[in-house]
């Protein structure tokens, strides 16, 4: 795979907590880290907040391997870990791991659902999808990492589960689910039956309902 992203970043020689917060306020950048790989030293970066929305505005920019210019010299990375603020469309901090091309690495990677409306539970059949999972954690060298990893949902018809040894999986990718054995066989997305909803008599008509009852037959007895 390509390499389609690529950050400037500056070292950062101060941290802290208070550093952090000054770089996101007068500054405009987010801290992070690098660390990982064949060096045995973190380091502290910062990136430009700005730069860095732009980036993952693309799903892949999470599932890809990532050039950081760093000074005169560039890492290759992937994106380890990211902090969001809780309220704000901010970026709070990340975390970058460091690659090398003969080294597999662990990457959770998307899923994206294919011919769901076409497929045969659902055009034929009427039924619904729902999806269990959104993302799996694959190993795998660097430059064999894909973007994402296709379901295609045509021939799933209804009440069908589709797991994840059912994936189509990119040469020299594993799934580290399938991994621990054949109870990890995770539920990856299914097509049911839609949900009736009937229309329950409301609880005080059905007591006016029963008083009436009860004064009709004790009309009925009087009669009598």
């Known amino acids: ?3 389609e992203f690529e950050l400037n970043v500056e070292v950062r020689d101060v941290v802290g907590k208070g550093s952090s917060r000054r770089l996101r306020r007068l500054e405009d950048k987010v801290p992070g880290i690098i ?8 380091q502290n970066i910062t990136v430009l907040h700005k730069d860095l929305i732009k980036a993952t505005e693309n799903e892949a920019f999470f599932s ?11 890492e290759q990375v992937i994106v380890k870990d990211m902090q969001r603020h809780p309220a704000k469309p901010k970026i709070m901090h990340l975390d970058f791991l460091r690659v090398s091309k003969d080294v597999a690495i662990h990457v959770n ?3 994206h659902f294919t011919n769901e409306e076409t497929s045969i539970g659902v055009k034929q059949q009427g039924g619904v999808v729902s999806h269990s ?17 296709e379901v295609d949902m ?11 040894t059912d ?14 054995g ?24 059905a007591d006016a309902a029963a008083a009436d009852s009860d004064e009709t037959n004790g009309e009925d007895a009087g009669e009598e």
């Open 182 to 205: 054949d109870d990890h066989d995770l539920p990856i997305a299914a097509i049911h039956t839609p949900k009736t909803i009937t229309e329950e008599e409301p609880e005080e008509d």
């Open 64 to 74: 890809h391997i990532i050039t950081l210019n760093v000074g005169g010299n560039s």
């Open 35 to 42: 660390y990982g790989g064949k060096k045995k030293n973190p």
């Open 167 to 180: 994936l189509q999986l990119p040469k020299g990718v594993e799934l580290l689910a399938l991994a621990q």
């Open 133 to 149: 999972i959104s993302e799996v954690e694959v190993s795998c060298l660097p430059g064999d990492l894909p973007e994402y990893i």
């Open 1 to 3: 795979m390509s390499n």
């Open 109 to 111: 990677v998307p899923l």
């Open 154 to 164: 045509s021939n799933i018809e209804i009440d069908q589960i589709v797991h994840l």
